[in-house]
């Protein structure tokens, strides 16, 4: 039997890889949020926090955290003064982000790549963990370019490859290894964190994000590697126009 995992990886259209990875998020939501404290060893919520030492204040402004899983960004954009849409395609997500009240706005079931707000609507577009998923991420950034106002920002937290060789060959081995064993032990789901570990793996390095931004109508893109480049923060600006 062909190995679904394999097989979606290697679908190009991006409405089968959609639903291929909202099905894997609804199935492993019950182990989601443990995992992701055992697997960063804790370190998820520092780079999360970390995303305000590269921001202005979020006081008062409209925020959309999109792919926001359970809402952990979400809440403390909240905690910070936004005024938040938190928007994932998995319901499943949004149901325990409800649960654990961590979704403080308007919680929202809708595709990324579809975004169903009005032009200029947002002061600041986040995406924590999420942005690897997306099959088309450049209609992804047209859309983030589309609901957010002139000067507005962009703020992309995700895992990524470090560039020092030593460490990048103990993460390699941590990527291959560890993760989808420890994932799939915990959440009973072993082919979920298969395929996210190769997600990691095999996601554009940063420099090439910051180019499809550019060329998606941001400008002045800035990266924050986060513990020895596990981690990237990139932030963009909406060009004025």
């Given at each position: 039997?062909?190995?679904?995992?394999?097989?979606e990886l290697n679908d190009r259209?991006?409405?089968?890889?959609?639903?291929?990875?909202?099905?894997?998020?609804?199935?492993?939501?019950?182990?989601?949020?443990?995992?992701?404290?055992?697997?960063?060893?804790?370190?998820?919520?520092?780079?999360?926090?970390?995303?305000?030492?590269?921001?202005?204040?979020?006081?008062?402004?409209?925020?959309?955290?999109?792919?926001?899983?359970?809402?952990?960004?979400?809440?403390?954009?909240?905690?910070?003064?936004?005024?938040?849409?938190?928007?994932?395609?998995?319901?499943?997500?949004?149901?325990?982000?409800?649960?654990?009240?961590?979704?403080?706005?308007?919680?929202?079931?809708?595709?990324?790549?579809?975004?169903?707000?009005?032009?200029?609507?947002?002061?600041?577009?986040?995406?924590?963990?999420?942005?690897?998923?997306?099959?088309?991420?450049?209609?992804?950034?047209?859309?983030?370019?589309?609901?957010?106002?002139?000067?507005?920002?962009?703020?992309?937290?995700?895992?990524?490859?470090?560039?020092?060789?030593?460490?990048?060959?103990?993460?390699?081995?941590?990527?291959?290894?560890?993760?989808?064993?420890?994932?799939?032990?915990?959440?009973?789901?072993?082919?979920?964190?298969?395929?996210?570990?190769?997600?990691?793996?095999?996601?554009?390095?940063?420099?090439?994000?910051?180019?499809?931004?550019?060329?998606?109508?941001?400008?002045?893109?800035?990266?924050?590697?986060?513990?020895?480049?596990?981690?990237?923060?990139?932030?963009?600006?909406?060009?004025?126009?």
């Amino acid at each position: 039997m062909r190995n679904p995992i394999a097989y979606e990886l290697n679908d190009r259209h991006p409405q089968a890889r959609k639903r291929f990875i909202q099905r894997l998020f609804d199935a492993i939501v019950p182990t989601y949020d443990l995992l992701n404290r055992v697997l960063s060893m804790g370190t998820d919520v520092i780079w999360r926090r970390n995303i305000f030492r590269h921001i202005s204040s979020v006081q008062g402004q409209a925020i959309v955290d999109l792919c926001c899983g359970t809402g952990d960004l979400s809440a403390l954009m909240h905690h910070r003064g936004g005024n938040v849409v938190s928007l994932d395609f998995s319901l499943k997500m949004l149901q325990r982000g409800l649960h654990k009240k961590a979704l403080p706005g308007r919680p929202l079931a809708a595709d990324a790549s579809r975004l169903p707000f009005k032009p200029r609507t947002f002061d600041v577009a986040c995406i924590a963990f999420g942005i690897r998923n997306i099959p088309d991420i450049n209609v992804f950034i047209r859309e983030v370019e589309h609901v957010l106002t002139p000067g507005g920002k962009l703020v992309v937290l995700e895992l990524t490859r470090p560039q020092n060789k030593l460490v990048g060959t103990f993460y390699k081995l941590y990527l291959d290894h560890l993760l989808p064993l420890i994932g799939g032990l915990i959440s009973g789901q072993p082919l979920a964190y298969r395929y996210l570990s190769r997600t990691i793996a095999t996601f554009i390095e940063p420099v090439d994000l910051g180019r499809m931004l550019f060329e998606g109508g941001f400008a002045n893109v800035r990266h924050f590697p986060q513990t020895f480049g596990i981690a990237t923060i990139t932030v963009a600006h909406k060009r004025n126009m």
